[in-house]
């Protein structure tokens, strides 16, 4: 059983964090497989490793740097998690949400976060960015929610709503966003297994017939402790393969996703850029 980490814990790794900076974030962002170089426009930048930070997981897979990247991007105060910790890495859920929670404790009010992962809509094509409309958290429903154990009210409620995860307003603004740079964005559900192997071509006839259009080993966890603590979400997908869904099809690798994400990179740092520029006049 998950064992929450508690308030405490939360504000000691906020406070390190805040001492080491002097513009306090209102955007967190996430960034996926291969996706991590956006960090590298940030104005200012403060870097913090994880192993650092108190209670903080250290990433352990190949194209999650794991480190805090803090500083303006686009006017927009923002901290940048340059990678991210996964439960197939053998953590907890709690752990890979902590710094969710260290966001909220740092006044964090949007979370943009992003992954790589596996075309199932036939449409979709490898390098197609999907803005994600809802999830599926296939984990959650088996027992691994990230909310599972005592829950802090100061924080969020016991039994949150989730039939808004993905905040309209900011997928409004990712359309918009969008439209203006002429970038083609998918919209549709994304499906979180634990991996991390990858799918059988059974696993992914399933996952399409039960409605999603992506699948990865992401995501869902951050969202629903975001979404659980009052801060709103958005969350892009860049398609890095299209899933093979008969058997003898060619295989799927690490390596491949992260050549997708040079790809995708070129596509999703204007994106995400523009989306700040807009968001900036709300947030303050």
């Known amino acids: 059983m998950d064992v929450q980490l508690s308030r405490s814990e939360i504000r000691e790794a906020a406070d390190f964090i805040a001492r080491r900076i002097t513009l306090h974030p209102r955007v967190g962002l996430v960034l996926g497989s291969g ?41 927009c105060p923002v901290l940048i998690m340059r990678g991210r910790p996964h439960h197939y890495e053998g953590y907890s859920m709690a752990q890979v949400t902590f710094p ?25 094509r490898a390098g197609d960015l999907m803005l994600i409309t809802d999830h599926i958290g296939l984990p959650n429903m088996v027992g691994l929610n990230p909310l599972r154990g005592p829950n802090d009210p100061e924080i969020g409620p016991r039994f949150p709503d989730m039939s808004q995860v993905y905040d309209p307003r900011l997928r409004e603004l990712a359309s918009e966003a969008a439209a203006a740079l002429g970038i083609a964005l998918r919209q549709g559900v ?19 017939a039960i409605g999603a259009d992506a699948v990865g080993m992401s995501t ?21 393969n299209v899933a093979q869904m008969e058997p003898g099809g060619a295989k799927v690798t690490h390596e491949e996703v992260l050549e997708a994400g040079k790809i995708l990179v070129s596509k999703l740092e204007p994106l995400i850029e523009d989306i700040l520029r807009r968001l900036q006049p709300e947030i303050g």
């Not at 499906?191 to 006839?205: C, I, K, N, Q, Y």
Request: glycine share 10%.
């Open 35 to 75: 996706l991590a170089s956006l960090a590298a426009r940030i104005v200012q930048p403060t870097t913090i490793p994880y192993p650092d930070i108190p209670h903080f997981a250290p990433c352990t897979v190949e194209g999650h740097v794991g480190e805090l990247v803090l500083g303006s991007l686009q006017g």
């Open 100 to 124: 969710v929670r260290v966001m909220w404790a740092l006044g964090v009010k949007v979370l943009l976060v992003t992954n790589a992962a596996g075309g199932l809509n036939p449409s979709f």
């Open 190 to 208: 994304y499906v979180m297994l634990s991996g991390p192997s990858f799918e059988t071509p059974a696993d992914l006839r399933f996952l399409r």
């Open 220 to 240: 869902v966890p951050e969202t629903t402790v975001a979404h659980h603590a009052g801060i709103r979400v958005l969350g892009i997908s860049g398609i890095s």
